[in-house]
């Protein structure tokens, strides 16, 4: 699903169905039916400021990633429901597990909506949709995965492991910044700011490019300008793989159990391989390959993290309390 949602954006497929409804549609069929839709899509403003040379054919490409990624939303809440009614019927859920697996049908249904109310915000004036609501959309998405990871590792290792002192808390804070990390990848996104100052390790001929700061007030350039979003997301990746490189010597000093080691290694080879791929993606100004590969990186860096936060915590522990304290 993050690579469908991936490549609908990386196209720029997400305004191309510009209604909703909650079950979902079947495909337009005939000649009529495509002219119909494809005719709706020109009262909005990507068609009439960008695409306003679109052909018929090039309409449809778009909107079957997009149809391809709602679909499959919802084909993804069919496999949820029918099991989880299954089981809670036949008696299979144990009280703990029920409320959580309550919690997860909201947050999948949140999520559905989070994409529609982002997918809004581009069919009123401007033809792209606003980068606050692709950053909640996206992480949501990322939390969703989360919580449902940690449910699984819960029944995947019932039993408890040996307790590390001080990890948890290290990797708990590995687990913030990387939040944080998400979101601001989610405003290069949406700002297409990973298209400007495609040059590393400088910003084109300094460190710091003075467009940085170049908007009033300050602090909007670090959620609004080109350069001081692409600016932040590039100092919190040399700040991700610190506090990576820190838990690997950590750990080395301390003996760990089998899975614990096994979590820390893929930590430190998934973001050695996140960070050259942010590289490559910024040197070629974000084609749609190497960006969809550095989204899916972090998505397969958080699951690590998620795991070793599991792996050194209590396995009793709720995921909200395992994060807290």
Known sequence: ???IGGMTRLTHS????????????TPPSTDAAWLEMFEKY????EYKLVNFNFSLEEFKRIFWWEYIHRMFGRFIGLVFIIP???FWIKGKLSSSLKPKLVFLLCLGGFQGLLGWYMVKSGLIQDPDVSHYRLAMHLTTAFLTFSYTFWLALGLIYPKPTT???GMKNSIRGLLML??????????VAGLNAGKVYNSWPLMGDSLIADSVTAMSPWWSNFVEGLAGVQFVHRYLAYAVVAWVIY??????KKVLASSQKAGINFLAIAVSFQFLLGIFTLLYAVPVSLGLLHQLGAFILLGGTIFCLHRFSKTSTDFAQAIAS
């Open 1 to 3: 699903m993050v690579a």
């Open 247 to 252: 838990l690997v010597i950590k750990s080395r």
């Open 42 to 45: 020109k009262q909005y403003p």
């Open 163 to 165: 307790q590390v002192s």
């Open 178 to 187: 990387l939040i944080v990390q998400i979101v601001w990848g989610a405003y």
């Open 14 to 25: 997400g305004l191309s169905m510009v209604e909703w409804t909650l079950f979902g549609s």
């Open 84 to 86: 989880f009614l299954w």
